[in-house]
């Protein structure tokens, strides 16, 4: 299970980031974008995805980079 899945399908986790203020913005934020990134479409790399959410979500190419490598980790 990656950590996408398991914030998605456990709510008691999210509404624990959730009491901690402003990790839950950051909780919704990091879904949002791994969401965004998994509908565009397949035929554009992932570069350029990383571009296009850079722009939408004013943050550095780098940045989303992380967030889609961090959401598709495998939780053990």
């Known amino acids: 299970m990656n950590r996408y ?3 998605k399908k456990n709510k008691s986790i999210t509404f ?3 009491k901690n203020g ?3 913005y950051i909780i919704l934020r990091d879904i949002e974008i791994f969401e965004s990134y998994n509908s565009i479409e397949d035929n554009i790399t992932k570069e350029l995805k990383y571009i296009i959410l850079a722009e939408q979500y004013e943050l550095s190419v780098k940045r989303i980079e ?3 490598y961090n959401m598709q980790s495998v939780i053990t």
């Open 66 to 68: 992380q967030i889609i």
């Open 5 to 7: 899945e398991l914030l």
């Open 22 to 24: 402003i990790l839950s």
């Open 16 to 18: 624990q980031f959730v």
